[in-house]
């Protein structure tokens, strides 16, 4: 079984920057670890994803360049930095792990991210 725990979200102007940690327990060690999102009337989206050694990352097109997923196996905790964040970047974040990247199989409980314009 794996539990995961985000903390991290909040309400930033836009242009500004956030930091999301998932801490994770249980067995993940040949696990992917990611993010998604889900905006209003919107369904869920993968944002980025780091594979069990924290060496491969995966990005949605839309976070490139601007958002940086990365992997402390010590902690067994996941980071999403998000900096020049936009409106459009306003959802609920979950963090997920999975067998197969870009995929989910355990989540978290979410946390929400607001960009106010």
């Known amino acids: 079984q794996v539990q995961l725990v985000e903390s991290g979200g909040g309400l930033v102007q836009a242009g500004g920057s956030l930091r999301l940690s998932c801490a994770a327990t249980g067995h993940i060690f040949n696990k992917y670890l990611g993010w998604f999102r889900q905006a209003p009337e919107k369904e869920r989206e993968f944002v980025a994803a780091?594979?069990?050694?924290?060496?491969?990352?995966y990005y949605a097109d839309s976070v490139k360049g601007r958002f940086s997923i990365s992997r402390d196996t010590a902690k067994s905790t996941v980071y999403l930095q998000m900096n020049n964040l936009k409106p459009e970047d306003t959802a609920v974040y979950y963090c997920a792990a999975a067998v197969l990247v870009r995929t989910g199989d355990y989540w978290g409980q979410g946390t929400q991210v607001t960009v106010s314009s």
């Open positions: 780091v594979d069990w050694s924290g060496r491969i990352t």
